[in-house]
């Protein structure tokens, strides 16, 4: 018997929104669209419209961009606050859940044909070891996952909101350009979308939009593009090689998100992102034995949101 089941990966830039069905063969994606999510006031109306008129799903479970404790959330980049519970009230759900967007990434991971998963570094993994996932878009967002005695949990964090840590002269005239303008650097106000856009602003262009800057560096038509580009892999692998080092990840690190995707589709061109995650002095050798992913699969957070969504029913 099949059960319906709604899933969602909500971002400060785009909404993705699943029907699916559960049964003996698994999850089976029906029906999926995708919304900008600053041309609407929250999920409800977007929720409006894609359920209009169909059949009400039994669970749903929602991965969002920020912090949660599961039943409310308030987006960090979305002027948008949910409730589990008015939403169940609302559409007539049974079950709803909110869950941090890059936890759902992680319980994703298993879902992902081998595919749209691209080794950048092979290194020698360890079974059952600690694992962290990390993706910029809008912001940067990072889970770790490790192994319980029966099964991989996942841990939600805020890693992306750590503080930025300049390991090159470039680098720390950059932070101190931003300093002046925030009065605090994160890592995030430097690996994200906007991030490369003040990047680019920061060595004199004046690129409008994270896409341009990246289509001009990919093209070669713009040089600062290329340099911004390069400084951004250098700040994003020495951020993911120093969450490697503090989660000892042995079982592996995961990039996710739509940028790296785009900005590395086949894994050429990484050679900055990972030496910098290896440049880590003493703990070079420890560095470059964890292997590292690119995981070019668009639909991770929603695929992980559905297995969310699924597990809800069973345990509801």
């Not at 063969?25 to 600053?38: N, V």
């Not at 059952?128 to 940067?140: D, E, K, N, Q, S």
């Not at 890693?159 to 890592?187: C, D, I, N, W, Y």
């Not at 560095?287 to 070019?296: G, K, Q, S």
Request: charged share 15%; glycine share 14%.
């Amino acid at each position: 018997m099949n059960t319906l089941l709604l899933g969602g990966d909500i971002g400060g830039t785009k909404t993705l929104l699943a029907l699916a069905s559960v049964g003996g063969a698994g999850i089976a994606i029906l029906h999926e669209q995708r919304y900008a999510s600053c041309e609407h006031e929250g999920l409800a109306p977007l929720l409006d419209d894609f359920l209009a008129g169909g059949p009400i799903p039994a669970a749903a479970c929602f991965g969002v961009a920020g912090p949660t404790d599961g039943q409310t959330a308030d987006l960090t980049y979305l002027p948008w606050r949910l409730s589990a519970s008015a939403l169940e009230r609302r559409f007539g759900i049974r079950h709803v859940g909110l869950v941090n967007d890059f936890a759902a990434a992680a319980h994703g991971l298993p879902l992902v044909a081998p595919q749209h998963v691209v080794p950048l570094q092979a290194g020698q993994p360890l079974a059952r070891a600690p694992r962290v996932i990390l993706g910029a878009g809008t912001g940067l967002g990072v889970a770790g996952m490790v192994w319980n005695g029966e099964r991989s949990q996942v841990i939600p964090g805020e890693g992306g909101h750590m503080g930025f840590s300049p390991q090159t002269p470039e680098q720390l005239k950059l932070a101190e350009a931003l300093l002046a303008q925030t009065g605090r650097v994160s890592v995030e106000d430097v690996v994200s979308g906007p991030g490369l856009v003040r990047i680019h602003r920061f060595l004199g262009g004046r690129a409008d939009s994270p896409a341009s800057v990246g289509a001009a560096a990919l093209d070669g038509s713009d040089p600062l593009a290329r340099r911004a580009l390069g400084l951004w892999l250098e700040a994003y692998g020495a951020f993911a090689g120093d969450l490697a080092l503090q989660w000892l990840a042995q079982g592996g690190v995961y990039l996710a998100g739509g940028m790296a995707a785009k900005l590395l589709p086949d894994g050429a061109g990484a050679a900055p992102f990972v030496a910098a995650f290896n440049a880590k002095r003493e703990h070079r050798p420890l560095a470059e034995a964890m292997p590292i992913h690119l995981v070019t699969e668009e639909r991770l957070g929603l695929l992980g949101a559905l297995a969310l969504a699924a597990a809800r029913l069973q345990t509801g």
